[in-house]
C-alpha cells in the first residue's frame, strides 16, 4: 500500500466539498468520497441532500436562486479545481484509531490517512410509499426551510408530531393559507410550549390517529391531496392540499462507523473544540454532527472549520 494521504474526506455535500475546497488549497491533497446511493440509504448522493431541493433562495451569492444540484456542481468543480481527487464511492468500514486511519470502499479497496474528515451528512426519514416517492420536489418535501416559500396561499400537510413537526407547521403558516398536521395518535410527542404554539395558532388544524398512505396525483406530476386512514378504526379519507412536507425526523449517516465515535442521543456525532471527535485526527462537519440548524450555510461553515482543524492538527504533529 502506498504512502497515506493526509487527508481522507468521506461525504461530499456543502460540508465535504467546502472541507475539500479549503484542505486542497492547503496542499493536503484530499482524497474524497462522495457517496452513492444504495437500498439502505437512497439518499446519500454525491452532494448529499441538496440534491434532491429544487430551489435554493436561501444561500448567500446567490440572488436569484439557484437548484440544489447546480450549487453542488459549483461546489464539486471548485474544489476540483484546487486538486481534489474524489470517488463516487460509500465507506463500507474504517479502522480509525491510531496513528494511520484505514477506510473500505464499497467496491473492497482500502485506503489509508493520517487524518478523516466525517461529511456524510444525515438522511431525512420517509415514509416509504411510492406516491411519495414519485412527488419528490413535486410538492413533496422534507425541509420547510428550503421549500416552504414556495408554497404561499397553499395548503399544506404536514406528517410527524414532534418538536421538528411543530416547528415546520408553525414555520409553514408564514406562507401557507392552512397546515394539516398529521398524527398518527391522539397526543403529541413535541415539548409542552412547542404543543401549546401549535394549538393557539388559528392557521394549523390537526387530524389525530392518521396515517398517510398515499400521496395524490402521482398521474397530474403534482401534490392534489393525501389519502388517510383511520389507525383506529381503519376508514379511508382524502384530504385536499398543495403539498406535503415529512417531519418524522432525520438520521444520521453513521453506520459505516460501527460505533467507533461518541454520539449523542439522536445518534449524531460529538465534536469538541470545533469539529474534533474524540479519536485524535478524526474531525466531524455537516449534518452529521448537527440536528440543530441543518443548512447548507452552516453545513458550509463546518466543513471550513474540520478542513482547517484537521491542516493545524496535521502540522502539529509534524506531518
Excluded at 474524497?32 to 444561500?59: C, H, I, K, R, W
Excluded at 476540483?80 to 470517488?87: D, W, Y
Excluded at 398517510?212 to 406530476?221: F, I, K, N, P, Q
Excluded at 458550509?300 to 484537521?310: E, H, N, P, V
Amino acid at each position: 500500500m502506498s504512502e497515506p494521504r493526509k487527508v481522507i474526506i468521506v461525504g461530499s455535500g456543502p460540508a465535504g466539498y467546502t472541507a475539500a475546497i479549503y484542505a486542497s488549497r492547503a496542499n493536503l491533497e484530499p482524497l474524497m468520497f462522495e457517496g452513492e446511493p444504495s437500498a439502505e440509504a437512497p439518499d446519500l448522493l454525491p452532494g448529499g441532500q441538496l440534491m434532491l431541493t429544487t430551489e435554493v433562495e436561501n444561500y448567500p451569492g446567490f440572488p436569484d436562486g439557484i437548484t440544489g444540484p447546480d450549487m453542488m456542481e459549483k461546489f464539486r468543480k471548485q474544489a476540483e479545481r484546487f486538486g481534489t481527487e474524489m470517488h463516487a464511492l460509500n465507506i463500507a468500514e474504517c479502522e480509525l484509531e491510531g496513528e494511520i486511519k484505514r477506510v473500505r470502499t464499497s467496491e473492497g479497496d482500502w485506503h489509508e490517512a493520517r487524518a478523516i474528515i466525517i461529511a456524510t451528512g444525515a438522511s431525512a426519514k420517509w415514509l416509504g410509499l411510492p406516491s411519495e416517492t414519485a412527488l419528490r420536489n413535486k410538492g413533496v418535501s422534507a425541509c420547510a426551510t428550503c421549500d416552504g416559500a414556495f408554497f404561499r396561499d397553499r395548503e399544506l400537510v404536514v406528517v410527524g408530531g414532534g418538536d421538528t413537526a411543530m416547528e415546520e407547521a408553525q414555520f409553514l403558516t408564514r406562507f401557507a393559507s392552512k397546515v394539516y398536521v398529521v398524527h398518527r395518535r391522539d397526543t403529541l410527542r413535541a415539548s409542552k410550549i412547542m404543543q401549546e404554539r401549535a394549538f393557539e395558532n388559528p392557521k394549523i388544524e390537526f387530524l389525530w390517529n392518521k396515517q398517510v398512505t398515499e400521496v395524490l396525483d402521482v398521474s397530474a406530476g403534482k401534490v392534489t391531496g393525501v389519502r388517510l386512514e383511520d389507525t383506529v378504526t381503519g376508514e379511508s379519507s382524502v384530504q385536499d392540499c398543495q403539498g406535503m412536507f415529512l417531519a418524522i425526523g432525520h438520521k444520521p449517516n453513521t453506520d459505516f462507523l460501527k460505533g467507533q465515535l461518541e454520539t449523542d442521543d439522536l445518534g449524531y456525532l460529538v465534536v469538541h473544540s470545533g469539529t474534533r471527535t474524540r479519536i485524535d485526527g478524526v474531525f466531524a462537519s455537516g449534518d452529521v454532527a448537527d440536528h440543530v440548524y441543518r443548512q447548507a450555510v452552516t453545513a458550509a461553515g463546518m466543513g471550513c472549520q474540520s478542513a482547517i482543524d484537521a491542516e493545524r492538527w496535521l502540522e502539529a504533529k509534524g506531518y
